[in-house]
């Protein structure tokens, strides 16, 4: 996990150096309707998704409406006052938060982990080729702003083997947190035209660059504004799921009993990613001082993993106390 032992004491403070670092996404072709297969009818078109850009569509309303800014004023990266269940967990980041209240009974009261330094890097510019990606036309599905879909392995090699190398000369290197929003921009696991292969929202990676460098950790992710995956999967609840997910499972291979059959886990799964079992499901919305309400997915416990009782707040097995139990027999 990233930061201190909470079984050890319970009052290490740790801070990760964080750069935000946004990607502005160009496709040439434009989805324009959708037939019975779920598959995309395309024409040639460019579209740019620029999150440093204000957005004009209606998706975002001024002044709020320049995606990249309400990242940097989120509660992931700003503190604000939290209380789950009427338990003050303390004034800090949303993923601090979290971890003080999935480990309350074992923790004290200066035991913290944040991001920080957090560095805005300049933005790259990621020219999707025709064939990996495309802008699915707001007509198509009748939302106020166009979605974008790229090839999630096309965009791995990318950001592992030319994106990441290029950015250590920034200072990003594997004692360091690069997040990479996106606005609007989603992936795919096959041919972006097949909608039967959508969408992934976000992803936490680790990658190894050899025996002489640690494993660098990252996250490339949307700020969605379409509306087009429910009123709770927007603006900030992609970013909570995956930086949670860091946290306690930076790797992706924290191995936990196998549990499944929840939030977006259809089959049984075996490592400790605390969004995936309560994907859609919200704590209640956060507004900063910018005035915009944020959204942040609700998280699962170490206990709800591990098993009863729990050592979490109010003895809870989520963050929103949605769990009220741990998850059960192991999954088959």
């Not at 024409?43 to 850009?53: I, S």
């Amino acid at each position: 996990m990233v930061g201190s032992n909470p079984f050890n004491g319970g009052d290490g403070q740790t801070s990760v150096a964080t750069q935000i670092i946004p990607l502005i996404i160009v496709t040439h072709n434009v989805a324009v309707s959708v037939n019975s297969k779920n598959v995309l009818q395309t024409a040639l078109g460019q579209t740019v998704f620029d999150p440093t850009a204000a957005d004009n569509s209606g998706c975002l309303t001024a002044p709020n409406n320049v995606p990249l800014a309400l990242v940097q004023q989120s509660p992931i990266f700003q503190s604000t006052s939290f209380t789950f269940g009427g338990t003050f967990v303390g004034n800090t980041q949303y993923i601090d938060a979290f971890q003080r209240a999935n480990f309350f009974q074992q923790i004290g009261p200066d035991y913290h982990a944040t991001l920080g330094q957090v560095n805005t890097l300049s933005p790259i510019v990621v020219d999707i080729p025709a064939g990996t990606g495309l802008a699915i036309a707001p007509s198509a599905f009748g939302t106020a702003c166009p979605l974008g879909v790229v090839n999630i392995n096309k965009f791995s090699h990318l950001l592992t083997n030319q994106l990441l190398p290029a950015l250590r000369s920034k200072g990003v290197n594997p004692s360091t947190f690069p997040i990479f929003p996106m606005s609007n921009v989603v992936m795919s696991i096959g041919r972006p035209t097949d909608l039967n292969k959508c969408c992934v929202l976000g992803f936490h990676g680790a990658k190894s660059y050899g025996v002489s460098r640690p494993i660098q950790t990252f996250s490339p992710l949307d700020f969605d504004t379409t509306g087009l995956f429910g009123p709770s999967v927007t603006d900030t609840s992609i970013m909570a799921h995956e930086v949670g997910e860091w946290q306690d499972d930076p790797f992706g291979n924290n191995p936990t009993p196998a549990w499944g059959h929840t939030g977006q886990v259809r089959g049984c799964q075996g490592n400790l990613e605390v969004g995936d079992p309560l994907t859609g499901t919200n704590i209640p919305a956060v507004t900063m001082p910018n005035g915009f309400t944020y959204h942040l997915q609700e998280l699962a416990f170490f206990s709800w993993f591990y098993g009863a009782p729990s050592i979490g707040v109010n003895n809870w097995f989520s963050d929103n106390g949605t769990f009220a139990t741990d998850a059960g027999p192991v999954c088959h």
